[in-house]
């Protein structure tokens, strides 16, 4: 029996320990907070319970798979989400995107006028090819550079991938309402990225979403996390909380353990579930890796900033709501310019669950609302914790919310603000990026940290690691964890050494609710 350590118990790290523990290897998981779930965190207040990460889950199978391939199905029901989300433009027109692709047309005809529904019919082809190509050779494997090479070399695929495009150019080239871009051009911020710098292969979430439908967990998501975290238990999985880990330990060129409280912990192989940056800049001797300088020359994805509304009354309407602004550009101008700054008019992203387990009455409901904003950074960026700064943003995003037909400030009964600031005390994420770096430029594919290290014996999961944050890509990144590292008495293991093997393909289903 291999003894394996994973820093951090959030869903990348304690799916790798389901994975391991599984797989005959007896795993140790520490995590520096008093609780498991990283960024998919939970908040409960007055009655109310609010997720603080994720509010939809995508490529359900995706965790389905996670649960047979380590013991049998949760029981963890899925609802659907229809519509899956309504978008409401400055202009006051309004998109409501059915759960059900087939519908999707007609609802951009409504929304757009006569024509639109054909251009995202184009999209949608053209994204599912892109999805043949990415989907299974480059998301579902660890990074390949003579994958995409192959792929390079085919002419056709190449057109389709067109690293050279952006996913704003994409959207110029193919969408001739603006409205439609924007629409486009949100899925970007998946990432954390500016959509005028990401390349175009990522609008294939555009695609995942509606081929695959948006899904809910009835009691919130964070559920999922409850349910892995006792998987692994079942497992016999040891998570130990309040246990930061201080550094990892080196010895004779391959990582041997970790430091916690002052004391080596040994270990044949590390797991690192912390952000990539920390791991390389903080937790691995100097120069360790080489990666350290290729992340500090990278800049760092968006945050977030964050308001839990509890509210009276409620507000009939989609459960997800985008609220556009006049000027999408100038929005990431202000997060990623010289000079980051709060968005002056940001969009503003409402999660509203008609959830009776999260409210404490038929009366009441908690509303969940995001904007993008520029990372945490008092040296040269916005220091999101200056005296002040909470309460008059907050102050701002609520009146830009009754200006565009969502006025709910005489309905408040309390406010909790999250900042940037916040979201890195909480999660590690330097600056509160918590996406790790943004997914700028052609070969953003190529510069994401792989999940297996240079240093031997070490293997990086995460949503700052290969393939990407989300829950989907997130539990992705454990699946390919667990399978460079193989069962006990594999060669990894053992020595340290490449597997040529990875985890099988599978075909995604959505289950049924």
């Known amino acids: 029996m291999s003894r394996v350590v994973v820093i951090g118990a959030g869903l990348g790290g304690l799916a790798t320990a389901a994975r391991l523990g599984a797989a005959g290897h007896r795993v140790t998981v520490y995590e520096s907070e008093s609780t498991v779930g990283g ?4 908040v409960e207040r007055d009655g109310f319970t609010f997720d603080t990460g994720p509010s939809l889950l995508t490529m359900p199978a995706v965790l389905e798979q996670l649960f047979v391939d380590t013991g049998g199905p949760a029981d963890l029901p899925l609802a659907a989400v229809d519509p899956a989300c309504a978008y409401v433009f ?22 757009f006028g006569p024509g639109a529904g054909d251009a995202w019919r184009r999209l949608h082809t053209r994204s599912r090819r892109l999805w043949e190509l990415v989907g299974e050779p480059v998301l579902r494997r660890p990074v390949s550079l003579p994958a995409l090479a192959r792929m390079s070399a085919r002419p056709a695929d190449l057109m389709a991938v067109a690293p050279w495009r952006t996913i704003d150019g994409l959207g110029r080239r193919m969408l001739t309402d603006p409205r439609m871009r924007m629409w486009l051009n949100r899925y970007a911020t998946y990432s954390g990225s500016d959509p005028r710098r990401t390349p175009a ?32 238990t079942s497992l016999g999985v040891e998570i130990r909380t309040g246990a930061p880990v201080e550094a990892v330990t080196v010895s004779d060129g391959r990582a041997t353990g970790v430091r916690v409280d ?14 990539a940056g920390v791991l390389y800049d903080r937790l691995l001797p100097p120069g360790t890796g080489r ?45 990623f310019g010289r000079a980051p700054r709060p968005v002056p008019d940001p969009t503003i992203y409402v999660h509203a669950p008609d959830d009776p387990a ?24 916005v220091d999101w914790d200056a005296p002040g700064l909470r309460g008059r943003y907050t102050r701002r995003v609520l009146d830009l919310l009754a200006e565009r037909g969502a006025d709910v400030r005489d309905r408040i ?23 790790g770096t943004a997914s700028h430029g052609p070969r953003a ?59 099988p393909s599978r075909r995604h289903r959505s289950p049924s609710t």
């Open 39 to 42: 960024k998919l965190g939970v």
């Open 90 to 111: 400055a202009d006051g027109a309004r998109l409501e995107l059915p759960f059900d692709r087939t519908r999707a047309p007609a609802a951009f005809d409504a929304a």
């Open 201 to 232: 292969v990522l609008s294939v979430t555009a695609f995942v979403e509606q081929e695959f439908g948006a899904w809910y967990v009835p009691g919130g998501l964070r559920r999922i996390v409850d349910a892995v975290a006792q998987r692994c």
């Open 262 to 275: 002052g004391a080596e912990v040994r270990a044949d192989v590390v797991v690192s579930d912390a952000d």
């Open 291 to 335: 990666m350290t300088q290729r992340l500090r020359g990278r800049p760092p994805s968006m945050a977030g900033f964050v308001l839990l509304l509890g509210l009276s009354g409620r507000t009939p309407g989609p459960a997800h709501r985008i609220y556009f602004p006049h000027d999408y550009d100038a929005e990431f101008d202000a997060i």
């Open 358 to 381: 999260l409210r404490p009455n038929d009366d009441s409901e908690g509303w969940f609302v995001l904007v993008n904003a520029p990372a945490h950074h008092p040296a040269n960026g």
């Open 413 to 435: 009964r309390f406010t909790q603000a999250i900042a940037p600031a916040d979201l890195e005390r909480r999660t590690g994420a330097p600056g509160g990026a918590i996406y």
């Open 445 to 503: 594919a190529l510069r994401r940290p792989a999940n297996r290290s240079r240093l031997p014996g070490l293997y990086l999961v995460g949503g700052s690691a290969h393939p990407g944050g989300g829950i989907p890509l997130v539990l992705m990144s454990a699946e390919i964890v667990a399978g460079l590292i193989g069962p006990v008495g594999s060669a990894a293991v053992s020595s340290g050494a490449p597997r040529s093997t990875v985890a």
